[in-house]
């Protein structure tokens, strides 16, 4: 079985053999590819050595005692490299930062130190680069994260001189993150607005965009922080806003309360007198009533419409309702967002046609 040594070197052994000599014969010793620090002869059957730093499995030693040698193979094995802590074990999805590994074992200069990912079920993903710093630390450069499956946590393998060890949980990728858009409001009709965020992938994932319960009727990706959405026709204030990533059915983030369409506005109105028992037909013209009905409600003064009657996102129609008084505003609500045309409606004033005594009455309280 072969022995297990320090990668720091400076241990020291004895080496157990024959025909040694029976005196010091300027014998030496090497492990591996490396002369031992120091040989002592002790007798024709032992030879003590003072063994050098490394890294790397099985090693043979050679032993020369004047001008012979003898080798024993796969006699001994350095320990493997440890890993004790990883610093910065977090990262985006498209420029993680650099990450350094602490612990032992990475060798007194460059062994061909490489790291990797790994997660169960998929493909390890090697770091960018993977540089040696010292006995006691080693860097990685994460690769580029896939959104296909860079959810949840990541092993890290670093492997020096054939040998390795794995950190379980040791690193993860920044979840995608919605931070913000512009405009802020949209057209009733249809209109373009831009995504902001975090990492959504380095390629296209086909996102899809959803502002209230509709989805954009197009998304297009632009980047890891980027994409447009070309909004479908609504109404409405305060109106959620959802970024999907359709080919890995990721929802990446949702702003509550974000976007705003604009309001209702009136500009003229027809039918503008109306008797006291109402029901005459008003026609109220403007712009952004909604592409379709919302439910649009009239107002006279402070007396609702008998009805209401979207007819297009320029024109509502309602019914009077009974009621009396001068000239008041007409107010127009459509998906709680409210349009006032002051100065607009009055009902019929009152006048008198005739005036008749009746007989006997003397006074207004008999």
Request: hydrophobic share 40%.
């Amino acid at each position: 079985m072969a022995t297990n040594v320090a990668a720091t070197g400076s241990i020291s052994i004895l080496l157990f053999g024959a025909n040694f000599g029976l005196f010091s014969s300027s014998s030496f010793a090497r492990g591996g590819f490396t002369d031992c620090e120091q040989t002592a002869w002790i007798s024709e059957t032992v030879i003590a050595g003072l063994f050098s730093s490394g890294v790397g499995t099985v090693k043979d030693i050679v032993v020369s005692v004047a001008v012979g040698q003898g080798t024993a193979t796969s006699l001994f094995t350095f320990h493997a490299p440890a890993v004790s802590d990883v610093r910065l074990g977090n990262g985006q999805v498209s420029d993680a930062a650099q990450i350094t590994l602490h612990g032992l074992g990475f060798g007194h200069s460059s062994y061909t130190t490489a790291s990797r990912l790994s997660k169960a079920g998929e493909q390890d993903d090697a770091c960018g680069t993977s540089e040696w710093v010292s006995e006691t630390a080693v860097t990685c450069k994460p690769p580029v994260g896939d959104l296909s499956s860079s959810n949840g946590e990541r092993d890290l393998i670093v492997t020096v001189a054939l040998q390795f060890q794995t950190i379980s949980a040791a690193f993860t990728y920044d979840e995608g993150k919605l931070t913000g858009f512009e405009p802020s409001n949209s057209p009733t009709e249809s209109g373009q607005i831009t995504f902001f965020g975090l990492n959504w992938g380095v390629s296209d994932f086909c996102p899809l965009a959803r502002v209230g319960g509709s989805a954009c009727e197009e998304t297009v990706w632009f980047s890891d922080t980027a994409a447009t959405c070309k909004t479908s026709g609504s109404l409405g204030i305060a109106q959620p806003v959802t970024l999907t990533l359709q080919l890995v059915s990721t929802v990446i983030d949702t702003l509550t309360s974000a976007l705003t369409f604009d309001g209702p506005s009136v500009s003229s109105i027809q039918g503008t007198n109306s008797p006291a028992i109402g029901q005459i037909t008003l026609s109220l013209f403007g712009d952004n009533f909604g592409p379709f009905d919302f439910s649009a409600g009239l107002r006279m003064g402070i007396t609702s419409s008998q009805s209401s009657n979207w007819i297009g996102d320029t024109c509502v129609l309602g019914q009077s309702a009974a009621g009396a008084g001068g000239v008041g505003a007409s107010l127009a609500t459509v998906a709680v967002q409210p349009s006032t045309y002051s100065l607009a409606f009055s009902y019929h004033r009152a006048s008198i046609s005739d005036v008749s005594v009746i007989t006997g009455c003397t006074s207004c309280d008999s």
